[in-house]
T-cell receptor, first 116, second 113 residues
Framework: GDSVTQMEGPVTLSEEAFLTINCTYT??????LFWYVQYPGEGLQLLLK?????DKGSNKGFEATYRKETTSFHLEKGSVQVSDSAVYFC???????????????FGKGTHLIIQP | NAGVTQTPKFRVLKTGQSMTLLCAQD?????MYWYRQDPGMGLRLIHY???????AKGEVPDGYNVSRLKKQNFLLGLESAAPSQTSVYFC????????????FGEGSRLTVL
């Protein structure tokens, strides 16, 4: 079935460092791809998305480009802040029987720790 | 505008006890989901609903039941809790036509002893 694989953490960086969190996917066709972020003690929030190949999603200084050649959707940020410390999830639409607006299949999450 | 509200936020149960988690949304979203989050496992879909009166199984439905009698509420029930159901449970909703753009509640942490 469709799945996503992302690097497991924790990833520890110093403030203002460059961030890359890798995500690769296995899917039939070219599904939309998503990054979600979970801050401590909170639910997940949509960070950015891309709906087709070569699209670039961006939000809050984060970017990710949908690359069908490498089946990847890596998350990047040029200069991280302590407030970016969180767990980041890569995701794609799940395939469930019965049709309808199915949920998402999530990667296992990458815990990012930014040190001052 | 509260968005997605889960109750309770914390609960401790003994093995064999039953309980119900309530998810309430005020955004008039058609689709609602229950996920569980476990260390090293990411989020896994338990059950979902595409509208009032309808429910369907997700990836890990065993040991859980759900109901959606009203559009704004999605209930997750554990009839006989087991230690393997110790987890953080998240409810999420999505507006029809906005596939993948989920709104999550803050989570309910359940411990089964």
């Amino acid at each position: 079935g469709d799945s996503v694989t992302q690097m497991e953490g924790p990833v520890t960086l110093s403030e203002e460092a460059f961030l890359t969190i890798n995500c690769t996917y296995t899917a039939t066709g070219y599904p939309s791809l998503f990054w979600y972020v979970q801050y401590p003690g909170e639910g997940l929030q949509l960070l950015l998305k891309a709906t087709k190949a070569d699209d670039k999603g961006s939000n809050k200084g984060f970017e990710a480009t949908y690359r069908k050649e490498t089946t990847s959707f890596h998350l990047e940020k040029g200069s991280v802040q302590v407030s970016d410390s969180a767990v980041y999830f890569c995701a794609l639409p799940a395939r469930q029987s019965g049709g309808g607006a199915d949920g998402l299949t999530f990667g296992k999450g990458t815990h990012l720790i930014i040190q001052p | 505008n509260a968005g997605v509200t889960q109750t309770p936020k914390f609960r401790v149960l003994k093995t064999g006890q039953s309980m119900t988690l309530l998810c309430a949304q005020d955004m008039n979203h058609e689709y609602m989901y229950w996920y569980r989050q476990d260390p090293g496992m990411g989020l896994r879909l338990i059950h979902y609903s595409v509208g009032e009166g309808t429910t369907a199984k997700g990836e890990v439905p065993d040991g859980y039941n759900v109901s959606r009698l009203k559009k704004q509420n999605f209930l997750l029930g554990l009839e006989s809790a087991a230690p393997s159901q110790t987890s953080v449970y998240f409810c999420a909703t999505v507006l029809g036509g906005k596939r993948g753009e989920l709104f999550f509640g803050e989570g309910s942490r359940l411990t089964v002893l």
